[in-house]
């Protein structure tokens, strides 16, 4: 399955409490995900919480779409990405 | 007994059963693997929780072939009734739908309608569940369909279905395995290890009673070990009778296992230690998977004897005929080719009859794989049959390859009439797969061999079917020759459907010379094919009608042919023409800026399998060109699929590819790229008249700065902008509805136009262009352009595009259909369509439903987000 990068902007900051409510507000997100075959492998967050950079697993660009919209979640930029591993070339 | 880990299951059943009995019915598709206790729920609800509501209960046939209609003919059979009488009247199957719809809904009590392992579904079934999804919301009804999740991949035909009714009042539920700490509670009485326990059945709550049952030296490693575990402890006369019972099938009628395993002892054994368990007047196993484990036990020998004794007993039963299905079955398991010609046929006209086309084919393969020693003129017969099937349902290379056969039957029989009706039909999946040479040829030889005979319907059909030929090639003035010459045959021969299809060919080539009167006798069309009933003709009228509209750009009549057309094809399972529709619809959303629900039908139409590559072709432009204009990746994948398809095929389907390659290239930034793919389609867009394409390629050429001359082809908003009238033409692309196509003319203007045409961009979520326009902003010296993407996109509620996020919020201030429609630039047509979405989607009956829900759930403002800021 093609992998790719998701870049989100939060114009008000991501904020996701570290609790029981952040939890199932990430669980609600994959379960949510699997209705459109899309998996969210993991995503780095800018320091000023506005920014975020998202791994999926996804069928094709239009799934990671409708995941988000789903979610409620903004989509400025996908990009289909593959793994470079630094040692790769040892 | 109390189910684990189910409650909030059977409480949502409960409370959607509760809305159900106010009037709102729903559909339940209710997946999980086989043993996930979906059956168990569903008793659980109709015994605790139906609260007095009336119980259905149908299913469908573990069968290699089901008999059509299985869980309606089941739930038929209890019903009694009007359902029963059109059941046995052998009415046409849309009074058959629409009598079971009235039994589902009529009732004083409200209605729980279960059909069960829906992942076997056959062809009517599943279009019963269309039928029914699409009207279950006005029903005081809940329908349950239960499935194998497991068992139902990306092109299962359930899974096809289950995409048709997307927008429909449908909630989806999957069940999960048991918890570690639920199996642990299970064996509070086992010696056995919890944590091996609910690692080896993967918390499979079937597998893991089984497998606790089982208590034999060791842990079965599979669920078929624990369940024959079971079987094992039977005497060796129990075994026999469970033998025979899983040869029966799911629904086992107590005579037919006394008759195949002797004693009522051993029956009775079944019974007792669970294996069997009665059912209303019939015996069924515990678990279907008890009984696919049985079979897969049973010695070949062993198999084909308990089949023969099958089929010896149900054939001389006074109702055989209608036991045709399982007959044919039992038969080709015994090995009994003659059985199989008596039953097969029999079975595949009934199944054609109620549409399950699916299973008439199955049934017809079947009766030509017996069909050695058959003299050559019924076995041409059955190749007809089988191709005509084959075709009705797309699969074009079937249907080619069974009239070939069946026409070398012919010829060697001496019968030209057949032989020239065969030629023409043969025309059709050629057409289809695209092979258009091949199907010109063969409509050629249908008329050499029809025209020395006296003329009947064989030959109208071919004239009509040769104009049909020469539309789609946009060879107008041929296409409407024949097809005038057709439709005075059919009028002479009072054959409404072949003047249905002629007045179609002459009405489109009518229209694509730009004479208007071609939607006289399009409309004519229509008519005389609804009210002869002629199904297949309806449905193209509705397509060519769609069609024609979208060519000149009338969207909204097209759209509202679509609307129609889709509906009626659904109903009648005319599917060919559905497909010709759903190709149709992306490129009637694109071009109003309603990019998502363009890119959702694309995705339902290329998970199609066996997908005409004509169709396939209009699913992958779409989805390359949204792709390309959202900045999305693998634009070049769609598009290149595209090509290679478009390629032997040529003509507008190829230009049409070019073209979308062509805006690709542009908005990547390298015009030269795009000048070179417009290039080669450009003179072909001008030969076929085709105005839309030709300005959309000029506009491409003249952008490189490599348009020789205008052609007067071009349709005139490109013409417009071409010629450095951008504001004008932006207005004419506004009139017809298309924001996109208006804001990329905009860009040609100055400061405030490319403002606006920035704003329009956003909205859309067009990234590529709103980048190129930020560039002329900031290139006229204007400060304050935003050089990164914004979030313009934020995501909405219950999947409701922007748009209708915008009129659901005017909805919440209790506005009219003509002021939303005022304020937002709509036609009121399309806000009624917005409305009716925002309903289905919200799950709601009634606008002011609509309303107190966007108060409460709090759409958000109606501020005018598409406005430049």
């Not at chain 2, 046995?88 to 058959?96: A, F, K, S, T, V």
């Not at chain 2, 009637?588 to 800026?593: D, F, I, S, W, Y």
């Not at chain 2, 990547?668 to 030709?694: K, Q, S, T, V």
Request: glycine share 8%.
């Amino acid at each position: 399955m093609p992998r790719y990068l998701v870049e989100r902007s939060f114009p008000d900051g991501l904020g996701i409490p570290l609790n029981d409510e952040g939890a199932a507000a990430c669980l609600a997100v994959v379960g949510n995900n699997a209705d459109h075959g899309v998996t969210w492998v993991q995503s780095y967050v800018s320091e000023d919480k506005r920014k975020t950079y998202c791994i999926y697993d996804g069928p094709d660009p239009e799934a990671i779409r409708r995941a988000a919209a789903h979610n409620q979640l903004p989509v400025d930029r996908i990009t289909k990405i593959s793994v470079l591993d630094p040692y790769f070339y040892r | 007994m109390k189910l684990l880990e189910r409650d909030a299951f059977l409480d949502q059943l409960t409370d959607l059963l509760a809305r159900a009995a106010g009037g709102q019915g729903r559909l339940v598709l209710l997946g999980g693997e086989a043993g996930a206790g979906k059956t168990a729920l569903v008793q659980q609800l109709c015994h605790a929780r139906a609260g007095g509501a009336r119980v259905l209960l149908g299913a469908c046939d573990a069968l290699t072939t089901p008999r059509p209609l299985g869980p309606l003919v089941d739930i038929a059979l209890v019903a009694g009734g009007e359902l029963q009488r059109v059941l046995e009247g052998g009415e046409p199957r849309d009074r058959l739908f629409a009598s079971f719809l009235a039994e589902i809904s009529a009732g004083e009590r409200p209605c729980i309608v279960v059909f069960e392992d829906m992942h076997w579904a056959d062809d009517a079934t599943l279009d019963l569940l269309r039928y029914l999804g699409r009207r279950i919301g006005g029903a005081r009804a809940l329908l349950i369909v239960t499935y194998r999740s497991d068992e139902v991949g990306a092109r299962h035909p359930l899974r096809v279905a289950l995409g048709d009714l997307a927008t429909a009042a449908v909630t989806r539920l999957i069940l999960p395995p048991l918890s570690l700490d639920a199996v642990r509670s299970l064996m509070k009485e086992s010696p056995l290890d919890p944590v091996l326990v609910h690692g080896r059945t993967g918390g499979n709550p079937f597998f893991v009673t089984e497998l606790l049952a089982a208590h034999g030296p060791g842990t079965p490693a599979t669920v078929r070990d624990a369940i024959l575990a079971r079987v094992a402890r039977l005497s060796a006369a129990g075994q026999a009778a469970l033998e025979a019972a899983a040869v029966i099938g799911t629904r086992i009628e107590p005579w037919l296992l006394l008759v195949l395993a002797a004693p009522a002892a051993a029956l009775d054994e079944c019974l007792a230690t669970g294996m069997l368990q009665a059912a209303e007047d019939v015996l069924a196993f515990r678990h279907e998977l008890v009984r696919e484990a049985v079979l897969e036990t049973l010695s070949p020998l062993r198999r084909t004897e308990l089949h023969r004794g099958a089929l010896a007993a149900l054939r001389n039963r006074p109702d055989a005929v209608q036991l045709a299905a399982r007959l044919a079955h039992h038969a080709e398991a015994a090995g009994d080719n003659e059985a199989v010609l008596a039953y097969a046929p029999a079975a595949a006209r009934q199944a054609a009859a109620l549409k399950a086309h699916r299973e008439a084919v199955s049934q017809y393969t079947r009766a030509l794989r017996c069909a050695g020693g058959m003299p050559p003129a019924p076995r041409a017969e059955l190749l007809e049959a089988l191709a005509y099937q084959c075709y009705l349902t797309d699969r074009h290379d079937e249907a080619v390859v069974a009239w070939a056969q069946a026409l070398e039957l012919r010829r060697a029989l001496g019968d030209p009439l057949r032989e020239g009706d065969i030629l023409r039909w043969l025309s059709r999946p050629l057409w289809y797969l695209g092979r258009h040479a091949e199907a010109e040829a063969s409509v050629r030889s249908a008329l050499r061999v029809l025209e020395p005979l006296p003329p009947g319907a064989e030959l109208g059909w071919a004239y009509s079917d040769l104009a049909r030929l020469h539309m789609t090639a946009r060879q107008s003035a041929a296409a409407i020759d024949w097809g005038e010459q057709a439709a005075a045959l059919g009028e002479r021969l009072g054959d409404t459907a072949l003047r249905s299809h002629a007045l179609n060919n002459v009405g489109c080539a009518r229209l694509q010379n730009g004479d208007e009167r071609g939607w006289v006798q399009l409309d004519r069309s229509l008519e005389l094919a609804l009210a002869g009933n002629h199904e297949e003709h309806a449905g193209r009228a509705y397509a060519n009608l769609s069609t024609r509209a979208l060519a000149s750009l009338q969207l909204d009549r097209a759209a509202r042919y679509l609307d129609e057309g889709l509906a009626y094809a659904i109903d009648h399972d005319v599917q060919t023409y559905y497909l010709c529709m759903l190709g149709s619809r992306p490129y009637q959303l694109l071009r109003q800026g309603r990019w998502s629900e363009a890119t959702d039908v694309a995705t339902l139409l290329l998970a199609r399998p066996a997908l005409s590559p004509l169709y396939r072709i209009e699913g992958l432009v779409a989805l390359g060109r949204i792709r390309a204009r959202r900045g999305d990746p693998e634009v070049a994948a769609v598009l290149d699929e595209a090509l290679r398809l478009a390629t032997p095929i040529g003509g507008v389907w190829l230009a049409t590819v070019q073209a979308a390659r062509a805006e690709a290239a542009w908005l990547a930034g390298d015009a030269a790229r795009a000048a070179d793919e417009a290039r080669g389609a450009f003179d072909e867009a001008i030969e076929h008249n085709d105005r839309w394409l030709a300005g959309e390629l000029a506009l491409a050429l003249w952008r490189a700065g490599r348009l020789n001359a205008l052609p007067p082809a071009a349709a005139e908003p490109y013409a417009l902008q071409i010629a450095g009238q951008w504001r004008a033409a932006a207005a004419q692309w506004q009139a017809f509805g298309c924001p996109y196509d208006a804001a990329q003319a905009l860009v040609d203007g100055d400061e405030p136009a490319l403002r606006e045409a920035l704003a329009t961009f956003e909205r859309l979520g067009a990234r590529a262009a709103s980048g190129m326009a930020a560039r002329r902003l900031r290139a006229l010296g204007v400060r304050g352009v935003p050089r990164g993407p914004r979030s313009a996109t934020r995501a909405n509620v219950a999947g409701l595009t922007a748009r209708e996020v915008e009129i659901w919020s005017l909805l919440g201030e209790e506005r009219r259909n003509a002021e939303i429609a005022e304020r937002l630039f709509l036609s009121p047509r399309t806000v009624d369509h917005h409305v009716s979405s925002i309903l289905t989607k919200l799950g709601v009956r009634s606008r002011a439903e609509a309303a107190r829900c966007a108060r409460e759930r709090g759409a958000p403002a109606a501020q005018p987000h598409n406005r430049a800021s």
